[in-house]
C-alpha cells in the first residue's frame, strides 16, 4: 500500500539515511539507525489519534529497547518511599521493573508492578498483577497530587501507547505534577490479559467471505468468542471480577501504593465511566476529574448508541451539505454514499490493510458493511472524518488508497486493544441493564443501517446474543445510576462524537455539584487530541476553581472536509542545524504547519488524508535524483526529470511526479558541488497550483545551505 500522507517523514529519513551513506557523508551507521527509529515513532503518532480513543504503539517492537531504560528511574517519584506504607489496601510492589515501551527522550518514567486481589470480594482467592508507570513531573516544585491517566476502551492498552502520545497528552501535565499511567486489570501487560486472537481471526474470516448472509456472519463472531472464552476460563479468569468497580479499588490500591494522598483522574471516552464510579466508590481520594467524551453509568448505551451513530453521520452529511467548497466537488453525498454501499454489495473490492508499525498485510474484501464501518470509525476523529468525502469519491472511481489508509489504521489498533476486557465490562455493566424492548425503541427506522448495526457486538440485539455466551455476570444495581458528589469536574465534549454525544456529559454534569461542560461544535470523540481540549484538561487540573478560557473551543465551529490551500499562508523563519547530516538550512515556512523530520519536514497535516508537506534540507548535488527516486519510491509516485524552471529568482532543476490517486511531488534543487539547497514539495493536484504560489516560491528564493 502507498499512503503518502503518513510515509513521507519515514521516506525523508529512509532516503537521507540511505543516500547519505552512499555519499560518505559525516554519518555513521549507528547514528542513521537511531534517527530511522526515533522519526518513525513521530509519525505513527499521529496515526495513533485517528481512531479517537484507541490510539497507536507497538508493544512488541519497543520492548527490545527497554533493557537500556533501568537507569531512567528517577528518585523524584515517591515509588521508591512507598514500600514501607501501612496502608491496608496497599498491594505489593515491585519496583524497578523493566519498562515494556521505549522511555521517551527527556522523560523519567519508573515501571512497577501493583499486585491486588482479583476477586474484589474475597481476597484470599488469589492476586493478579498491575503494570503501572509513574512519570516524573518536569517542574521545579510539583504539585502534590499526580494525574491519573484511564484509558478508554474498555480494554485498551495505556502503556504500549505512551510514547507515542507522551508530547501532546503527558508533557502538558507533568509540567504542574507526576502523571500515573497504568494498564487496568485485564489489559496489556497485566496479568492476566483478556486477549482475543480467536475473535480477531473470527473477523478476518468475515472479511474473506462477503456473501455470508447476517446468520452465518453471527455465527462466525459467536465461535470466535467462544473460543476465547473457553481458553480463558480454562487459564482461570474468573469474567466477573474484571468491572469498573474493581478497577476503581485498583486504582485506590496503586495511589495507596505510590504513597500519595489524593489524586487528580483524566478519563478518555470508558475511562471517563471508571473515573466516575471512582468518584463514587472513593470519593476520598479524587481532588478532581477530567472526563473527555463521557459515558456514565445511567446511560443505556447498548440502546441508545444506535441513534448516536446515525445521528453523528446525519450532521457529518449536514455539515458537507452547508460547506460551498464540500457539495462542489462533493454533491448529493448522502445518496452517493448508499447507491457505493450497495454496489459494493454488489460488487466487492480487494483492499489490503498494513500494520502501519510492523509491515504485515492483509487482504480485506471491501462491501457495503465494510464501507459502512469505516465511515462511522472515521466519525470517532476529529482529524478523519473531513476526509470520507474523498474516501467515497475515490472508491466510485476504483481507487483504494483511501480505504487501504483507514483499514490499515484500524488494523494497526487492533494489536492495542484486549477484546476479552472489552466483552466482560460492557457485559457485566452495560449489556446487563438493557432490554430488547429498549433496544428496540431506540433502534433506527432507516433500513440502510440494518445490517451493519446487525453484527455490532455491543449495540443492538446482537449483543444480548454475545453476552449470553460471554456469561461475565451481572453488575449491581448501582451500576444503573447516576453519579453525585461534590468534586470538581470538567466535562470535554464533541458535537460530531458517534458514541459518546455532548448529552450524555451535560446530564451526567447536572447531577453534580461543581461541574462545567465545555463543547467542541467541530471535533468529535476524544477531543484532548487537540491543542485546546488538552489545554483545557491541564489548566483545570492546576487550579479547578478558577475560571477556564474556552474560547479556543468554539473558534473552529464546522470540520474542513476538503484540504484546499489558504489564501493567505503566514510565513516564519526558520535556522535549522540537522547534525546528523552536517548542514544548517535557513529559510521560511507555513507558520502553522507542524515541524517534523529535525524540522527538515513540514506537514500541514489537516486531517488523515492530507498528504500536503514541504521539505527543504541541503545535499549531495551529486545524489538529488536518487533522493527524488527513493522519496518517490516511499509514497508511491514515479518521478521523472522534467528540465529546469525559474523560480524565487533563480534556476533550478526540476524531478516532478503523480501519483494515480493525484498526488504531486516537485523536487527542485539548485546546480553545484558538494551541498545544495533541495527542496520538495507534496501536495494534492487540486491545490498544487496554489501551494506552488504561497508556499514553494517563497522557500526557494528565501532558502541557504551550508555546510558545519
Request: proline residues 5%.
Amino acid at each position: 500500500m502507498h499512503s503518502p500522507f503518513r510515509a513521507i517523514a519515514s521516506a525523508v529519513v529512509l532516503a537521507l539515511v540511505t543516500v547519505g551513506c552512499t555519499a560518505a557523508l559525516d554519518v555513521t551507521s549507528e547514528d542513521a539507525t537511531d534517527d530511522t527509529t526515533g522519526d518513525d515513532t513521530s509519525t505513527t503518532d499521529d496515526t495513533s489519534d485517528t481512531s479517537g480513543d484507541d490510539t497507536t504503539g507497538d508493544e512488541t517492537s519497543t520492548t527490545d529497547d527497554t533493557s537500556t531504560t533501568d537507569d531512567t528511574n528517577t528518585d523524584d517519584t515517591n515509588t521508591d518511599d512507598t514500600s514501607t506504607t501501612d496502608d491496608t489496601n496497599t498491594g505489593e510492589v515491585t519496583a524497578g521493573v523493566e519498562c515494556g515501551f521505549d522511555i521517551p527522550d527527556d522523560a523519567e518514567i519508573e515501571c512497577v508492578t501493583v499486585e491486588v486481589p482479583e476477586d474484589r470480594d474475597d481476597p484470599t482467592e488469589g492476586t493478579i498483577e498491575l503494570a503501572v508507570a509513574v512519570l516524573s513531573s518536569t517542574a521545579d516544585d510539583p504539585a502534590p497530587t499526580p494525574t491519573i491517566y484511564l484509558e478508554g476502551g474498555p480494554g485498551g492498552h495505556a502503556l504500549a501507547t505512551l510514547p507515542f502520545v507522551y508530547e501532546d497528552r503527558y508533557a502538558p501535565l507533568l509540567e504542574q505534577s507526576d502523571v500515573i499511567v497504568f494498564d487496568q486489570r485485564g489489559v496489556g501487560e497485566s496479568a492476566p490479559a483478556l486477549e482475543c486472537p480467536e475473535a480477531d481471526d473470527a473477523f478476518d474470516q468475515l472479511a474473506e467471505q462477503p456473501d455470508l448472509g447476517i446468520d452465518d456472519q453471527k455465527q462466525v463472531v459467536l465461535d470466535g468468542y467462544r473460543a476465547c472464552r473457553d481458553r480463558l476460563a480454562e487459564a482461570g479468569v474468573a469474567f466477573d471480577s474484571y468491572n469498573s468497580v474493581a478497577s476503581a479499588a485498583d486504582i485506590d490500591d496503586i495511589r495507596a501504593a505510590l504513597g500519595y494522598e489524593q489524586l487528580d483522574l483524566f478519563g478518555i471516552s470508558y475511562g471517563t465511566r471508571l473515573a466516575l464510579t471512582t468518584m463514587r466508590e472513593h470519593p476520598e481520594i479524587v481532588r478532581s476529574a477530567v472526563l473527555d467524551s463521557t459515558l456514565p453509568p445511567e446511560v443505556d448505551a447498548t440502546a441508545e448508541t444506535q441513534l448516536s451513530l446515525v445521528g453523528s453521520y446525519e450532521r457529518f452529511i449536514a455539515a458537507c451539505d452547508a460547506d460551498s467548497a464540500c457539495t462542489e466537488r462533493f454533491p448529493d453525498l448522502d445518496q452517493r454514499v448508499r447507491d457505493l454501499a450497495a454496489a459494493l454489495d454488489d460488487e466487492p473490492v480487494r483492499a489490503e490493510a498494513t500494520d502501519l508499525l510492523t509491515g504485515d498485510t492483509k487482504d480485506v474484501l471491501v462491501d457495503g458493511d465494510v464501507l459502512v464501518g469505516t465511515i462511522i470509525g472515521a466519525l470517532y476523529d476529529p482529524t478523519a472524518f473531513g476526509d470520507l468525502p474523498e474516501l467515497v469519491a475515490d472508491l466510485e472511481d476504483g481507487n483504494t488508497d483511501a480505504i487501504d489508509t483507514f483499514l490499515s489504521i484500524e488494523a494497526t489498533n487492533e494489536a492495542f486493544f484486549s477484546v476479552g476486557m472489552f466483552l466482560t465490562v460492557a457485559c457485566h455493566e452495560e449489556v446487563a441493564f438493557a432490554t430488547p424492548d429498549s433496544v428496540a425503541a431506540s433502534s433506527p427506522t432507516d433500513p440502510f443501517w440494518n445490517d451493519y448495526l446487525a453484527v455490532s457486538e455491543n449495540v443492538g440485539t446482537f449483543a444480548f446474543e454475545v453476552c449470553d455466551l460471554w456469561n461475565a455476570g451481572s453488575a449491581p444495581a448501582v451500576e444503573d445510576e447516576p453519579v453525585t458528589g461534590d468534586i470538581p469536574t470538567l466535562f470535554l465534549a464533541g458535537d460530531f462524537d458517534p458514541v459518546t454525544p455532548p448529552q450524555w456529559a451535560e446530564s451526567a454534569a447536572e447531577l453534580l455539584d461543581d461541574a462545567q461542560v465545555v463543547r467542541f461544535p467541530a471535533l468529535a470523540h476524544g477531543v484532548t487530541s487537540e491543542p485546546c481540549g488538552m489545554g483545557l484538561a491541564a489548566a483545570f487540573i492546576a487550579d479547578p476553581s478558577a475560571p477556564l478560557d474556552i474560547s479556543c473551543a468554539t473558534e473552529t465551529i464546522a470540520p474542513a472536509f476538503v484540504a484546499v490551500a489558504d489564501t493567505d499562508i503566514e510565513l516564519v523563519a526558520f535556522d535549522e542545524q540537522v547534525a546528523e547530516f552536517g548542514v544548517a538550512v535557513r529559510g521560511v515556512r507555513p507558520a502553522d504547519w507542524t515541524p517534523d523530520v529535525t524540522g527538515i519536514q513540514v506537514s500541514r497535516l489537516d486531517g488523515v488524508l492530507d498528504e500536503t508537506a514541504i521539505i527543504q534540507l541541503g545535499f549531495d548535488a551529486r545524489l538529488v535524483d536518487t533522493l527524488a527516486t527513493l522519496i518517490g519510491d516511499e509514497i508511491g509516485i514515479e518521478v521523472a526529470d522534467d528540465g529546469t524552471v525559474e523560480r524565487g529568482g533563480r534556476t533550478w532543476n526540476l524531478i516532478s511526479g503523480r501519483s494515480t490517486s493525484g498526488v504531486t511531488i516537485d523536487v527542485l534543487s539548485l546546480d553545484g558541488e558538494g551541498t545544495v539547497p533541495v527542496v520538495m514539495l507534496v501536495a494534492n493536484e487540486l491545490e498544487r497550483g496554489r501551494l506552488l504560489e504561497l508556499v514553494l516560491e517563497p522557500a526557494l528564493a528565501a532558502i541557504e545551505v551550508e555546510d558545519v
